[in-house]
């Protein structure tokens, strides 16, 4: 079982792709177009309004805009994912359905050209102007050129225009990428049979308009008639990182034609001085030829050794030479024929006069020079012209239209079977990188050379992707409209995929938090921990129970085996390595899959109104082709009733330790542990929970999770209690169905909760946030998906059913894809929910301030409380609270505390006075101002300011001191008016929102102190 810890993607460091089975040929063409920022910006910005999606009938459009979307979501969790690779599946799967077939493995041009071909349908779906002219779709300017074909006819010159997107080179008979370009260029003229007509002439080839982005299909296979099976060509072929291609564009014809004419020149003479070359490095007339320079030498050495008196046969004594006769440096020395007294002697003329000698040797001399001068002409004459055809087409003239090497496919294998990885040059950082599947390294050219050249090994290029090097849009990465500075990872991305991102890292991290716990769970029996501590206290008698026990495929090991224990003490000292912890210790959750087509999002249209069977049926239908993730079935069967009971489970384990214990702790603890030991555990550590309005459940020691404070929610009491009601659906028609059965269950629990009257110490829409969508009639989609979210609550945890419908909850909210979610419609929802609850929060918390004679603090609560409660009902008149009951006792906290004031600032002592200033200001004057703005403020309202004003106003009148007219002075005119004044009103302290039924007990409860002005404790 991998650790998803070693999936983190480090820093910006690129991201891989998965291969899911045979999937290297998507791999190696996506990345390579990936890292082209001028295509990833077209992909992620592609976009289609609604008039046009209307009009898309056909399957291939929508095939179309199907794939289009699979690769926008693949691009940008390629983009901005915090793992080191993606899963593609999706958009394989639409491929492999098109190519009919899913376990061959794809050829990468024929994948390459059937991408080619959906990307311009889909952009020329997006074109605001349908047009028949193509020439505007950005896939077609980016990627699509066009070449002329002529050719002589008659004493007349043909043209055809075609247009083409990769352009097919041959490699057999070539030796590098520009011989490839003329042999693909010019077609040779072809002998005639016929007597009238000696040559038929050839075709050319010129590049009309060349793309920004250069493919050139290499022709690596070819087709064995004899073995009736393809082959491939593993012959060396050479290509530069930069190529001019000037000399292949029609414009260029009549320089490109002369310079043609040069170079048959310069090889037909290259031709002639390579034979003779040929002839002095084999020479002779029968079949063994010899360089003749070699062959001078050696008839030299002969002449020249000393002349033997005795037959080669008779002289059997290895003799060593006489000194010879003086020779040159060319000649061999009397070390050289003295070397080896056991060599066998030299060949030798048996009789030679001094003159016969010399005219030989001067002979053989003055030939042997000659000859070599010959030869070093003939190379000398080979390598100019040799430079002469390498500088033909560098001149200024035929270079300025130069071609970056960006990406190169590498196939390694043979015809009928391989491997697919690309080398892509990084723009920004000057450098290679090996693209293989979800392995990503840097690289070089010597490594890339190694692998693509071929004539090596059995891997050679068989794509390369060249880039216009005029163009530095093609390479520029996206930047912000308004400071110009470049974007980089999930900020370079539209809203919509944006939030598909954080969603999916969100994703993400809860699955390292829960490998992580399951991890430590499993991991502390074995390294001998001693502080097992439960992650919440459960509502038992006995002690809380450790977070993990052996489970029942351990015990069954434990007793078939017969092997001693291992020594405590030697495990204390052993801690476990995470890396090499098994794969049954641990339970971790598979990497969410990524956004499948072909499945509706979970949460589409499910009217209230709908019988039971009728929207379990349309929710079936709905997600019946959802990825479904199956859970590895734990061996503990909890159970939860329906009717609310379950059976006692007593325990079978000790308590938890703390890390802090004290002698006669650890004493108890060795008893127990010595007792642990002496009757082994059976089962796994399971306690009794009392949930309120669900009843009695069991929750695993280990419930990965559990919180008890989250539990006694009513939102997770709901959810509960609808998957005990769905637990006959789950174990007969599996986890799918169950959660489909408990969805509804809720969904219609909770609609007719929101038909239900509320007051305010009884306001259902505090029992969850679906009452309060419900009442004000929030679309569908937010309602289902909410509903849906409740369902992966990780507190699920406590059980197998629990965990599986959790599973499948969490599958199906993955398949909701951007465009089926207005995510900051969904956002503001929620938030409105949650300022509903803090304007009830701040009412109740005012209103007990208030019942304590805190005026002062009540006032800044019931403040804020009415502001935001303002703020909520422009939306719809259920989305908060009566502003009535807010009015009324802010406008008696107001009016008390302003009493207040008042007393302070005309007693005349120093500290009250101040005491009184800092009242005026801190809440009343900002208190004033809020009210004065409103815009339509009731007669009590505006009577309790006109009495606060007349009051300060009264004060003017009177005997004071004169810095109490002085202080007066400054503040009475902020009391009279405040519409030039900025209103800042003090924040209130954060208070905890508590459970609903707290809520509505602690108001129900204050509530009835104030009528009876008599004090009510609440705990």
């Given at each position: 079982?991998?650790?998803?810890?070693?999936?983190?993607?480090?820093?910006?460091?690129?991201?891989?792709?998965?291969?899911?089975?045979?999937?290297?040929?998507?791999?190696?063409?996506?990345?390579?177009?990936?890292?082209?920022?001028?295509?990833?910006?077209?992909?992620?910005?592609?976009?289609?309004?609604?008039?046009?999606?209307?009009?898309?009938?056909?399957?291939?459009?929508?095939?179309?805009?199907?794939?289009?979307?699979?690769?926008?979501?693949?691009?940008?969790?390629?983009?901005?994912?915090?793992r080191t690779f993606v899963d593609p599946s999706a958009a394989v799967e639409?491929?492999?359905?098109?190519?009919?077939?899913?376990?061959?493995?794809?050829?990468?041009?024929?994948?390459?050209?059937?991408?080619?071909?959906?990307?311009?349908?889909?952009?020329?779906?997006?074109?605001?102007?349908?047009?028949?002219?193509?020439?505007?779709?950005?896939?077609?300017?980016?990627?699509?050129?066009?070449?002329?074909?002529?050719?002589?006819?008659?004493?007349?010159?043909?043209?055809?225009?075609?247009?083409?997107?990769?352009?097919?080179?041959?490699?057999?008979?070539?030796?590098?990428?520009?011989?490839?370009?003329?042999?693909?260029?010019?077609?040779?003229?072809?002998?005639?049979?016929?007597?009238?007509?000696?040559?038929?002439?050839?075709?050319?080839?010129?590049?009309?308009?060349?793309?920004?982005?250069?493919?050139?299909?290499?022709?690596?296979?070819?087709?064995?008639?004899?073995?009736?099976?393809?082959?491939?060509?593993?012959?060396?072929?050479?290509?530069?990182?930069?190529?001019?291609?000037?000399?292949?564009?029609?414009?260029?014809?009549?320089?490109?034609?002369?310079?043609?004419?040069?170079?048959?020149?310069?090889?037909?003479?290259?031709?002639?001085?390579?034979?003779?070359?040929?002839?002095?490095?084999?020479?002779?007339?029968?079949?063994?030829?010899?360089?003749?320079?070699?062959?001078?030498?050696?008839?030299?050495?002969?002449?020249?050794?000393?002349?033997?008196?005795?037959?080669?046969?008779?002289?059997?004594?290895?003799?060593?030479?006489?000194?010879?006769?003086?020779?040159?440096?060319?000649?061999?020395?009397?070390?050289?024929?003295?070397?080896?007294?056991?060599?066998?002697?030299?060949?030798?003329?048996?009789?030679?006069?001094?003159?016969?000698?010399?005219?030989?040797?001067?002979?053989?001399?003055?030939?042997?020079?000659?000859?070599?001068?010959?030869?070093?002409?003939?190379?000398?004459?080979?390598?100019?012209?040799?430079?002469?055809?390498?500088?033909?087409?560098?001149?200024?003239?035929?270079?300025?239209?130069?071609?970056?090497?960006?990406?190169?496919?590498?196939?390694?294998?043979?015809?009928?079977?391989?491997?697919?990885?690309?080398?892509?040059?990084?723009?920004?950082?000057?450098?290679?990188?090996?693209?293989?599947?979800?392995?990503?390294?840097?690289?070089?050219?010597?490594?890339?050379?190694?692998?693509?050249?071929?004539?090596?090994?059995?891997?050679?290029?068989?794509?390369?992707?060249?880039?216009?090097?005029?163009?530095?849009?093609?390479?520029?990465?996206?930047?912000?409209?308004?400071?110009?500075?470049?974007?980089?990872?999930?900020?370079?991305?539209?809203?919509?995929?944006?939030?598909?991102?954080?969603?999916?890292?969100?994703?993400?991290?809860?699955?390292?938090?829960?490998?992580?716990?399951?991890?430590?769970?499993?991991?502390?029996?074995?390294?001998?921990?001693?502080?097992?501590?439960?992650?919440?206290?459960?509502?038992?008698?006995?002690?809380?129970?450790?977070?993990?026990?052996?489970?029942?495929?351990?015990?069954?090991?434990?007793?078939?085996?017969?092997?001693?224990?291992?020594?405590?003490?030697?495990?204390?000292?052993?801690?476990?390595?995470?890396?090499?912890?098994?794969?049954?210790?641990?339970?971790?959750s598979p990497p969410p899959p990524q956004i499948d087509s072909s499945s509706?999002?979970?949460?589409?249209?499910?009217?209230?109104?709908?019988?039971?069977?009728?929207?379990?049926?349309?929710?079936?239908?709905?997600?019946?082709?959802?990825?479904?993730?199956?859970?590895?079935?734990?061996?503990?069967?909890?159970?939860?009733?329906?009717?609310?009971?379950?059976?006692?489970?007593?325990?079978?384990?000790?308590?938890?330790?703390?890390?802090?214990?004290?002698?006669?702790?650890?004493?108890?603890?060795?008893?127990?542990?010595?007792?642990?030991?002496?009757?082994?555990?059976?089962?796994?550590?399971?306690?009794?929970?009392?949930?309120?309005?669900?009843?009695?459940?069991?929750?695993?020691?280990?419930?990965?999770?559990?919180?008890?404070?989250?539990?006694?929610?009513?939102?997770?009491?709901?959810?509960?209690?609808?998957?005990?009601?769905?637990?006959?659906?789950?174990?007969?028609?599996?986890?799918?169905?169950?959660?489909?059965?408990?969805?509804?269950?809720?969904?219609?629990?909770?609609?007719?909760?929101?038909?239900?009257?509320?007051?305010?110490?009884?306001?259902?829409?505090?029992?969850?946030?679906?009452?309060?969508?419900?009442?004000?009639?929030?679309?569908?989609?937010?309602?289902?998906?909410?509903?849906?979210?409740?369902?992966?609550?990780?507190?699920?945890?406590?059980?197998?059913?629990?965990?599986?419908?959790?599973?499948?909850?969490?599958?199906?909210?993955?398949?909701?894809?951007?465009?089926?979610?207005?995510?900051?419609?969904?956002?503001?929802?929620?938030?409105?929910?949650?300022?509903?609850?803090?304007?009830?929060?701040?009412?109740?918390?005012?209103?007990?301030?208030?019942?304590?004679?805190?005026?002062?603090?009540?006032?800044?609560?019931?403040?804020?409380?009415?502001?935001?409660?303002?703020?909520?009902?422009?939306?719809?008149?259920?989305?908060?609270?009566?502003?009535?009951?807010?009015?009324?006792?802010?406008?008696?906290?107001?009016?008390?505390?302003?009493?207040?004031?008042?007393?302070?600032?005309?007693?005349?002592?120093?500290?009250?006075?101040?005491?009184?200033?800092?009242?005026?200001?801190?809440?009343?004057?900002?208190?004033?101002?809020?009210?004065?703005?409103?815009?339509?403020?009731?007669?009590?309202?505006?009577?309790?300011?006109?009495?606060?004003?007349?009051?300060?106003?009264?004060?003017?009148?009177?005997?004071?001191?004169?810095?109490?007219?002085?202080?007066?002075?400054?503040?009475?005119?902020?009391?009279?008016?405040?519409?030039?004044?900025?209103?800042?009103?003090?924040?209130?302290?954060?208070?905890?929102?508590?459970?609903?039924?707290?809520?509505?007990?602690?108001?129900?409860?204050?509530?009835?102190?104030?009528?009876?002005?008599?004090?009510?404790?609440?705990?």
């Amino acid at each position: 079982m991998c650790n998803p810890a070693e999936w983190i993607r480090q820093d910006e460091w690129p991201v891989g792709i998965r291969n899911v089975g045979n999937t290297c040929w998507f791999s190696a063409v996506i990345q390579s177009l990936f890292h082209l920022p001028v295509f990833r910006r077209l992909v992620l910005n592609y976009h289609l309004s609604e008039r046009i999606l209307a009009k898309c009938k056909s399957h291939s459009d929508k095939r179309n805009m199907a794939f289009m979307q699979e690769l926008r979501c693949l691009f940008a969790l390629m983009v901005g994912s915090s793992r080191t690779f993606v899963d593609p599946s999706a958009a394989v799967e639409l491929l492999r359905d098109a190519f009919r077939t899913s376990e061959a493995q794809q050829d990468v041009s024929e994948f390459s050209h059937k991408l080619l071909d959906w990307l311009e349908d889909a952009f020329q779906l997006a074109a605001k102007d349908k047009v028949e002219d193509k020439q505007k779709n950005p896939m077609v300017q980016l990627f699509y050129g066009t070449f002329v074909t002529e050719r002589r006819h008659e004493g007349k010159t043909l043209c055809n225009i075609e247009q083409f997107g990769q352009y097919p080179l041959q490699v057999n008979g070539f030796n590098n990428l520009d011989e490839c370009l003329e042999g693909a260029m010019v077609e040779r003229e072809i002998e005639s049979l016929h007597a009238d007509h000696s040559v038929t002439p050839g075709r050319e080839r010129w590049f009309k308009k060349l793309p920004p982005v250069l493919t050139f299909e290499l022709s690596r296979f070819e087709f064995n008639t004899q073995l009736g099976r393809p082959e491939k060509i593993h012959k060396k072929l050479e290509f530069p990182q930069i190529i001019y291609m000037d000399r292949y564009l029609h414009k260029n014809i009549n320089q490109t034609h002369e310079r043609r004419g040069d170079v048959k020149k310069l090889k037909d003479q290259l031709a002639a001085l390579q034979q003779k070359l040929e002839c002095y490095k084999n020479y002779g007339s029968g079949p063994s030829k010899y360089p003749l320079a070699d062959m001078l030498q050696f008839v030299l050495e002969f002449a020249t050794t000393k002349p033997s008196s005795v037959s080669p046969a008779e002289d059997l004594r290895a003799a060593s030479p006489a000194s010879p006769l003086p020779k040159d440096n060319s000649e061999p020395t009397d070390a050289d024929s003295s070397e080896d007294p056991t060599a066998p002697p030299h060949p030798a003329p048996h009789s030679v006069s001094e003159e016969e000698l010399h005219f030989v040797k001067s002979c053989l001399q003055r030939w042997r020079t000659e000859v070599e001068n010959d030869i070093n002409e003939l190379k000398a004459s080979i390598e100019r012209l040799t430079l002469m055809l390498e500088a033909m087409y560098t001149d200024n003239n035929l270079c300025q239209v130069p071609y970056r090497l960006h990406a190169v496919l590498v196939h390694e294998g043979q015809a009928s079977a391989g491997h697919y990885w690309a080398y892509i040059y990084d723009h920004a950082n000057k450098r290679w990188m090996k693209y293989n599947d979800v392995s990503i390294t840097e690289s070089s050219w010597e490594e890339l050379e190694r692998d693509s050249f071929g004539g090596m090994t059995n891997a050679s290029a068989y794509c390369l992707m060249y880039i216009d090097d005029r163009l530095p849009t093609l390479t520029t990465e996206a930047t912000d409209d308004e400071t110009g500075q470049v974007l980089h990872g999930i900020e370079s991305l539209p809203p919509a995929l944006r939030r598909y991102v954080s969603e999916d890292n969100r994703w993400f991290q809860q699955e390292l938090s829960e490998w992580e716990e399951q991890f430590c769970q499993t991991a502390a029996p074995q390294g001998g921990s001693t502080d097992p501590r439960p992650k919440a206290k459960l509502q038992t008698t006995v002690e809380p129970a450790p977070q993990s026990g052996p489970s029942d495929e351990e015990l069954e090991e434990e007793e078939a085996s017969s092997e001693p224990q291992p020594d405590p003490e030697a495990e204390k000292d052993t801690e476990p390595d995470p890396r090499e912890k098994p794969e049954e210790e641990s339970e971790v959750s598979p990497p969410p899959p990524q956004i499948d087509s072909s499945s509706e999002a979970a949460t589409d249209t499910l009217d209230p109104s709908q019988s039971p069977n009728q929207s379990e049926k349309e929710l079936q239908s709905q997600t019946h082709d959802s990825a479904l993730i199956n859970p590895t079935p734990s061996d503990l069967h909890v159970e939860m009733d329906d009717t609310q009971t379950a059976a006692r489970v007593p325990h079978t384990a000790g308590g938890s330790e703390t890390s802090r214990e004290t002698p006669e702790d650890e004493e108890e603890e060795e008893e127990e542990e010595e007792q642990q030991q002496e009757v082994p555990v059976r089962e796994n550590v399971v306690s009794e929970v009392e949930i309120p309005n669900v009843g009695r459940i069991m929750v695993r020691a280990d419930a990965d999770g559990y919180n008890e404070e989250m539990m006694l929610t009513p939102a997770m009491q709901g959810v509960i209690l609808a998957i005990a009601k769905a637990r006959q659906i789950f174990d007969m028609e599996g986890p799918e169905a169950g959660l489909i059965k408990a969805f509804h269950e809720e969904y219609s629990r909770l609609f007719e909760l929101s038909q239900e009257e509320s007051t305010p110490s009884e306001d259902v829409r505090l029992q969850h946030s679906l009452v309060y969508f419900f009442q004000n009639k929030a679309p569908n989609r937010i309602i289902e998906r909410t509903l849906l979210e409740q369902f992966t609550d990780r507190n699920l945890s406590f059980d197998e059913r629990a965990i599986s419908i959790m599973r499948e909850a969490r599958t199906k909210l993955r398949l909701i894809k951007p465009e089926d979610m207005d995510m900051d419609e969904y956002l503001q929802w929620h938030d409105d929910y949650r300022l509903f609850r803090t304007v009830f929060v701040y009412l109740l918390t005012g209103l007990e301030h208030y019942q304590h004679g805190k005026m002062r603090e009540a006032l800044i609560f019931l403040a804020h409380a009415y502001e935001t409660n303002s703020a909520l009902l422009t939306h719809g008149e259920r989305r908060g609270l009566e502003k009535s009951l807010i009015s009324v006792y802010r406008r008696k906290c107001l009016t008390a505390l302003n009493d207040s004031a008042s007393q302070l600032f005309c007693s005349g002592d120093q500290h009250s006075v101040e005491e009184g200033v800092s009242i005026m200001e801190e809440a009343v004057i900002p208190c004033l101002h809020l009210m004065s703005r409103e815009q339509s403020p009731t007669r009590e309202d505006r009577d309790a300011m006109e009495s606060i004003r007349s009051h300060w106003c009264c004060c003017l009148g009177r005997d004071m001191e004169d810095s109490l007219q002085e202080k007066l002075g400054e503040f009475l005119p902020r009391v009279l008016d405040g519409s030039a004044e900025r209103i800042v009103l003090k924040d209130p302290p954060k208070v905890p929102v508590t459970a609903a039924h707290d809520l509505c007990s602690r108001l129900a409860a204050v509530m009835e102190s104030l009528h009876k002005t008599s004090v009510v404790s609440v705990k």
